[in-house]
């Protein structure tokens, strides 16, 4: 079986974020960007089933500016097998909207071939939590989200779901596509002859126009702003100073 | 102009609150109709109908729709799609799984986690775990929505709205439940709770954490976690707040034993009272705590219990 594993080059989750002076969006020139850390984990989980020997090879795919290529070669080094850069924007600012990356999927997809596609379930920049539901309502598939736990036994995979209540264990036909939740393993790093090795792996480098994708955005971005800050509050010096100082703001 | 809000169901069951929040979020976009779908889903229509804002209730019951597998829910709604200009629920991981394919279904893109109504194609929600707030306009014919809940207070109560029975569409039988997992619990929601106490990887065990409950209990709250907290096994995932977590906004949050990292502040900072207890005064959640108490959580827990 073959893994096709989505990945994004976002801004660091360590890294404080600004709002640009002029409200146009978030600053992100010279600024540390790193492999999307719930793509992390998907690339991880490929890895893992390649390693128990239900999947034979692994295709991660980047679609976004040329630097997702830095992106790509981390999910190679880290045990993906080739990758697929899709060049869709110039400007390190545009963030191409799930939709169109759902569409750029499914064309590879049916190009491809995998009998799995495994997704982050967000990204921790745009925090929309939907390219993996889009790809699988394109090209009609059963739909996996959130997944604290795979297994796959023939045809089909069974998937344990962090959902608001607890958990959830549903099993899908495959192909399916999967989208990974934080508890779902812990990524591993590259070694360095990994990343040396890496660098000798096939990376294909495509445009959103040889899929045939409209990639211009459908929701226009008006403004970006800072949230509201919080006032500034106090350090108490007991339990006893705690309590009067919650009884006398009437919150308890 | 007409919204479809995809009521919350669980179990045959309303989640009023959450409901009752997105319809309050969807009143000034048009007449919302409440779509409720489940095996079994009349009872929850009927307390959808009271639901102040509400005009019409659909309710579809079949065994193909229950535990809201997305692919049957979501050919559901694609096929009532046409009547409306909007389609919205609450954000919960159930909309979160079957919006954006309701939305891919109909060639749109999808809003999630919006905290804010401009206009009726103009909205704000928040990015990069909170730290940044983007406002945007759609372009797309249909807009599909899901409402952050902690942003908006519940509609209140009126006269029934009429239900109409509906029929599920086809289903195309890609999923099929196996079992879940739910703890039950007599605490209130975390996310509609007045206060909530949570812990993180400085309670050190899951045996521990009975000190966070004891004082959660003491107050009639809601207990919460960090990740660090559920990764370590201290706390079952549905109690993890942030930005990949619940979103909460009670009247009062303590914060215990919990760093304050940014994914963990993007859960919890637009609570109206933060207490924060942590040993190091230099902890990122003091900044953001109206009262912080520097001190070991071991002593100043119990006390605190003791003395509310
Ligand atoms: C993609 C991604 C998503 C994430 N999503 C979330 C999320 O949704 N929610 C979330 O919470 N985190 C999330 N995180 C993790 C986040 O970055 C932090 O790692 C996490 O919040 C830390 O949890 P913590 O504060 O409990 O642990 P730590 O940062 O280890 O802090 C423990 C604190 O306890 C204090 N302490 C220790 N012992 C005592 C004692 N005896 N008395 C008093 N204080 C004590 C310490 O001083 C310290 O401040 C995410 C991370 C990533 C990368």
Redesign the pocket.
């Given at each position: 079986m073959k893994v096709l594993v989505p990945v994004k080059r976002v801004i660091d989750?360590n890294v404080k974020v600004r709002v640009k002076a002029d409200g146009s969006g978030v600053d992100l020139a010279n600024v540390k960007m790193s492999m999307n850390?719930?793509d992390e984990i998907a690339v991880e989980e490929a890895i893992r089933l390649k390693e128990a020997g239900k999947a034979d090879e692994i295709v991660a795919v980047s679609i976004g500016v040329k630097q997702s290529q830095e992106t790509l070669r981390t999910a190679l080094a880290m045990g993906a097998d080739r990758a697929i850069l899709v060049i869709a924007a110039d400007d390190v600012h545009t963030d191409i909207e799930p939709l169109a990356v759902a569409k750029i999927l499914a064309k590879i997809v049916e190009e491809e071939q995998p009998g799995l596609v495994l997704c982050g379930k967000q990204a921790?920049d745009n925090d929309m939590n939907a390219t993996g539901q889009m790809v699988s309502a394109l090209l009609g598939w059963s739909q996996a989200t959130f997944a604290s736990k795979l297994d796959i036994e023939g045809d089909a995979a069974t998937v344990t779901r962090e959902v608001d209540g607890g958990l959830q264990t549903i099993k899908v036909k495959m192909p399916a596509i999967v989208t990974v939740d934080?508890r779902l393993n812990e990524p591993r790093y590259a070694s360095l002859p990994n990343i040396m090795k890496a660098k000798k792996k096939p990376m294909d480098e495509k445009t959103a126009a040889d899929y045939g994708v409209d990639v211009s955005r459908r929701l226009e971005v008006v403004k970006t702003s800072e949230p509201a800050e919080r006032a500034a509050g106090i350090k108490v010096g007991s339990v006893d100073e705690l309590v009067a100082k919650l009884k006398e703001a009437g919150a308890v | 102009m007409a919204v479809l809000l995809l009521a919350e169901v669980n179990d045959g069951e309303l989640a009023l609150d959450a409901t009752a929040k997105a319809v309050a979020a969807a009143k000034s976009l048009g007449d919302v109709t409440a779509l409720c779908v489940g095996a079994t889903a009349a009872a929850a229509a009927e307390a959808a109908a009271k639901i102040d804002g509400v005009s019409k209730v659909l309710c579809a019951e079949d065994a193909g729709l229950g535990h809201r597998l997305a692919e049957a829910t979501a050919a559901l709604i694609v096929s009532l799609a046409g009547d409306y200009e909007h389609i919205v629920a609450p954000a919960t991981t159930d909309a979160k799984n079957i919006l954006p394919r309701v939305a891919a279904l109909l060639d749109v893109m999808v809003l999630t986690d919006v905290s804010g109504v401009v206009d009726g194609a103009t909205f704000e929600r928040p990015i990069y775990a909170g730290n940044a707030i983007q406002t945007v306009k759609s372009s797309d014919a249909t807009k599909v929505i899901s409402f952050r809940t902690s942003t908006f207070d519940a509609a209140g109560e009126q006269a029934a709205a009429p239900v109409e029975t509906i029929s599920a569409t086809e289903n195309p039988g890609l999923s099929e439940w196996v079992e879940d997992k739910v703890a039950a619990s007599d605490r209130p929601e975390l996310t509609s709770a007045g206060v909530v106490v949570s812990g993180?990887?400085?309670v050190?065990s899951e045996e521990n954490f009975a000190m966070i409950e004891a004082l959660a209990d003491k107050l009639g709250a809601a207990v919460g976690?960090?990740?660090?907290?559920v990764d370590s096994g201290f706390a079952p995932n549905d109690w993890?707040?942030?930005?990949?977590?619940k979103v909460v906004a009670p009247e009062l949050y303590i914060a215990?034993?919990?760093?304050?990292?940014?994914?963990?502040l993007?859960?919890m900072k637009d609570s109206k009272v933060i207490v924060a207890?942590?040993?190091?005064e230099e902890?990122p959640?003091f900044q953001v705590a109206d009262f912080g108490l520097v001190?070991?959580?071991?002593d100043a827990v119990p006390e605190l219990t003791e003395k509310l």
């Open positions: 989750y850390p719930f921790i934080l | 993180g990887r400085g050190g976690a960090s990740r660090a907290a993890q707040v942030g930005q990949t977590g215990i034993g919990i760093s304050g990292a940014i994914q963990h993007a859960g207890i942590n040993k190091d902890a959640i001190a070991d959580l071991f």
